[in-house]
């Protein structure tokens, strides 16, 4: 096994369970930078140095984008549904599962660990679009899953070549341009960031 | 070099809307020219061009280029209509962002990178779906839509990595999975039955000049990378039950979402289920397991998005005339909008099209290939029952006109030099009153422009009944921004009752002569506040006021040709109903082209070739 990916993939775990369990904005934006960042060594092979700069600037643009959106609104966040302990174990099991699946194929194309990282990226992101009730993590959740989906394609197998990482970088970027809007905007309403209707006002009750 | 061109287009035309954000009007302004470049590059682009970036190369092929053309006019007319009718300022940029990403997703060559595009111009064009007045349920809607654009391109992007670059050595089981897998991307992408309810709710939440970007052209694109892929896997004759299963949800979204829109008289539903019963073909189209299937389905997809973006321009020529989106509030339509009319029967030519057409012709090779030829045939027929409601439009249309449509705009034009010359140019006349709605009557705010107003206020003089001249509901959008030096404005409690009480929050403006209403779009209703610089309304009541007087004093000595030369802005301003409605009309004849195979869609799409192009 690869330590460097091995490595990587503690990181992008670490950031996972920075995004899941936090209830503050800008750590789950940090947790977010976090993975991305990290992703491309656990995925398995580093892309070109030019393309990798591509898509380290673009990542960064977009945390800075959600950054810049948590500033303007409020870094205070409530639990999610499920609860931040509940979703990191879901990770954790997906991480484990992936792995021993990988392990379990004799193909060698499929590395263990990419795949045990992508399929805990998955789960994280299904688990903050599935069960977020907030805009900020419905975007973590998307972001996260964007990576999730282009780091399978290698863990399978597949060749991840610079189309696919430039892509994957401006698909990123225009993903947190949305999410951001969506963030002002859905603040505009209620000024925060949660997606329920807002408390009613019984002083105005009949 | 086109297709240079064309991403160049785009590209630098949204960092001119994100430059020019807080300037609405140059904003758009760009925002149109930069979509009219994408469009002529788009025609001059050749049959076969490629750009290389980097160690990658992008290819557009006949389909392509077609499919570009159709979308970059399409998105161009509902600019323009959305700009008449009622603008969302985050439309230009969705636009181009869209665009480009759909052009890099068509024209890429590695299955995984376009789907990563056409997934990030999905979450893109979420910018464009809310309203200025923005509700929770709103917000709720953009963010299902959001999430289900990435969920769709996250499944597409399993399915492709499981089957890998060589889906030759991937056993039968596998490649049954990653197929059911991009069914179920498309059919989340597309609003097949039963997983429709969040782009149903977004429609219904959606401006509707956005609605041709958010329900047709990017689910299209999306749709198109799909069946790209799934050319691959046909091309190895390999077939799995599982098309049984695709082909299940095909037939149960046609015909359901068909028979939906029966029982609702709701034009934008009317539009939504029409373009969820759509999705079914496409989902016939990858469960067609062959080459003809596909270059049908590829077929479709172009008239598919062309048709639904000249019904969307029409439901929005009909809320931008006369406030309304149902049927049986708009009595007498035709006998005031008759292009629309026109458009909107275009539109079902290319929608359902006709025996001999290539937008039938594609339908029913789906519906047979799928069910066989006599039950293929009846569920063609089920297809048309969204007709029934487009009847009963119809005859609506024809009746006298009602309340609501009388009170409303219509596609009459009228030179400026005419309305000039029924406007007394007396000083009194550069007093303007903007009538605020009633139901309930206001107090008279005056809102001093540069120096205090001369003369009294002007309660409620204005004599806009219906059939007068310039009674019509015109936008000053475009007029120039000279002001006279001397000039007050008014609010005050007037104006037509039908129209007024439903038009509640968007105020109207009426020279004191009596002989304009001018009512403004939504971008520029805000209230003006005593005391404030002029700004939106009064501005432009004083850009008409300024057009007139010069209008008046020429009058004297040119003919009316001259005027409307001279006055091409203002007839923008005056006659947006109309233009919108030629606009329409445009795209239209445009999608009647397509629809009938005159451009050569077909052949693009490999219809009658031995095999079909993988896009």
């Known amino acids: 096994m690869n330590p460097i990916s091995i490595a990587a993939s503690a990181v992008v775990l670490l950031g996972l369970g920075i995004t899941l369990r936090s209830t503050n904005g800008r750590l789950i934006v940090a947790g977010v930078a976090l993975t991305l960042l990290a992703l491309p060594l656990a995925a398995g092979g580093s892309p070109e140095p030019l393309v990798l700069a591509f898509r380290t600037v673009a990542l960064l643009m977009a945390v800075f984008l959600l950054d810049h959106a948590i500033r303007r609104t409020t870094v205070l966040l409530g639990p999610t549904r499920l609860g931040g302990t509940a979703e990191l174990g879901l990770v954790a099991a997906a991480f484990i599962l992936g792995a021993l699946l990988g392990a379990s194929i004799p193909d060698p194309r499929i590395p263990a660990i990419p795949l045990g ?27 996260l899953l964007i990576a999730a989906g282009t780091a399978i394609v290698p863990a399978l197998g597949g ?48 | 070099m086109a297709l240079f061109v064309f991403f160049l287009s785009a590209a630098v035309g949204g960092g001119g809307v994100v430059a020019l954000r807080e300037r609405p009007k140059p904003a758009a302004a760009i925002g149109l020219l930069a979509t009219a470049a994408c469009l002529l590059a788009a025609v001059a682009m050749p049959e076969v061009a490629s750009l290389d970036v980097g160690s990658t190369t992008l290819h557009a092929d006949p389909y392509i280029r077609l499919f570009l053309v159709a979308a970059a006019l399409a998105l161009l007319v509902s600019q323009v209509v959305g700009l008449a009718h009622g603008w969302q300022r985050e439309l230009p940029l ?11 997703a068509l024209t890429v060559g590695t299955p995984a990178a376009a789907m990563l595009a056409v997934a990030a111009a999905g979450t893109f064009v979420v910018i464009a779906s809310l309203e200025r007045a923005i509700s929770m ?99 190895l004759g390999t077939t799995t039950p599982i098309v049984v299963v695709i082909m299940a949800f095909g037939v149960l979204t046609i015909a359901v979402a068909s028979a939906v829109v029966l029982i609702d008289d709701d034009l934008v539903r009317w539009l939504g289920y029409g373009v969820i019963a759509d999705g079914g073909f496409v989902l016939l189209a990858l469960a067609g397991d062959s080459a003809a299937a596909i270059s049908s389905g590829l077929a479709w997809l172009v008239c598919f998005a062309l048709a639904r973006s000249i019904m969307a321009c029409v439901v929005l020529g009909f809320q931008g005339a006369f406030d309304a989106r149902r049927t049986r509030e708009l009595e007498g ?148 921004d000279e002001q006279p030096a001397t000039e007050a404005t008014t609010l005050s409690s007037s104006g037509r009752a039908a129209r ?69 802005p203002a007839i923008w301003a005056l006659d947006r109903t109309l233009l919108a409605s030629l606009a329409t009309l445009v795209l239209a004849l445009v999608g009647l082209a397509f629809a009938t195979d005159l451009v050569g869609l077909g052949a693009a799409a490999g219809l009658g070739a031995a095999s079909t192009p993988a896009p």
């Open chain 2, 137 to 235: 349920p709103a917000v709720r809607a953009a963010a299902s839509g959001f999430r289900l654009a990435v969920v769709a391109g996250f499944m597409g992007l399993v399915a492709m990595a499981i089957t890998g670059e060589d889906p030759i050595f991937v056993s039968p089981d596998v490649l049954a999975g990653a197929t059911l897998l991009m069914a179920a991307a498309v059919a989340i992408r597309v609003g097949a039955i039963p997983v429709h309810a969040p782009v149903a709710r977004l429609i219904e939440r959606a401006r509707t000049a956005a609605l041709p970007l958010l329900a047709a052209w990017v689910p299209a694109a999306f749709a198109v990378v799909a069946l790209g892929w799934t050319s691959t896997i046909v091309a």
């Open chain 1, 159 to 206: 060749e991840i070549d610079p189309a696919i990482q430039l892509a994957f970088a401006v698909a990123e970027l225009t993903t947190a341009v949305a999410a951001a809007w969506l963030m002002l905007t859905g603040a505009a309403v209620r000024h925060d960031l949660e997606l329920a209707d807002r408390p009613r006002d019984l002083r105005d009750a009949r």
């Open chain 2, 333 to 480: 339509w035709l006998r005031r909008t008759p292009l629309l009319g026109v458009a909107l029967l275009a539109a079902l030519v290319v929608a359902f099209g006709l025996p001999g057409t290539l937008s039938w012709q594609v339908r029913l090779d789906l519906a047979q290939g799928a069910l066989g030829a006599p039950l293929g045939l009846a569920l063609v027929a089920i297809a048309l029952l969204p007709l029934v409601p487009v009847a009963r439009l119809g005859w609506t249309g024809i009746r006298p006109l009602g309340d609501v449509v009388a009170a409303g705009g219509s596609e009459r034009f009228v030179l400026p030099a005419r309305t000039v010359a029924t406007t007394d140019a007396s000083p009194t006349a550069t007093q303007q009153e903007i009538v605020a709605t009633p139901p309930e009557p206001t107090p008279t705010l005056v809102e001093p422009a540069s120096e205090p107003p001369i003369g009294g206020s002007a309660m409620g003089s204005a004599p806009d009944a219906p059939g007068a001249p310039g009674a019509g509901s015109d936008t000053l959008w475009g007029a120039a």
């Open chain 2, 500 to 568: 007024a009480a439903r038009k509640a929050s968007q105020p109207t403006i009426v020279s004191q002569a009596g002989s304009d209403a001018t009512s403004l779009p939504d971008e520029d209703a805000a209230s003006p506040v005593p005391g404030s610089t002029p700004r939106g309304p009064s501005r432009r009541a004083s850009a008409l006021v300024g057009m007139r007087r010069a209008g008046t004093a020429a009058s004297a000595s040119a003919g009316p040709l001259r005027h409307a030369l001279r006055d091409l």
């Open chain 2, 94 to 104: 969705a636009t181009l962002g869209a665009l480009g990403l759909v052009g890099v």
């Open chain 1, 117 to 143: 990282a992508a399929v805990a990226l998955a789960a994280a992101a299904g688990s903050l679009l599935a069960f977020g009730t907030d805009t900020l993590r419905i975007a973590a959740g998307a972001m």
